[in-house]
């Protein structure tokens, strides 16, 4: 796997918190582009030194 598979963790940490905050519709959800954006930032940041 590698470290590719934290940014699928992170993805799932920030679909956990959305579900936490409530609100939702029934159905299928996707974490937001900005949610996104930083986790692919911070996982740049760190892995590609």
């Known amino acids: ?5 934290f940014l699928v963790q992170a993805e799932i940490i920030a679909a ?3 579900l936490t905050r409530g609100g939702l519709n029934p159905g ?6 900005t949610d996104r954006a930083a986790i692919a ?3 740049l940041d760190y892995f590609n030194r």
């Open 1 to 5: 796997m590698g470290p590719f598979i």
């Open 41 to 43: 930032a911070t996982w």
């Open 28 to 33: 299928i959800h996707e974490i937001g582009p």
């Open 16 to 18: 956990s918190a959305m």
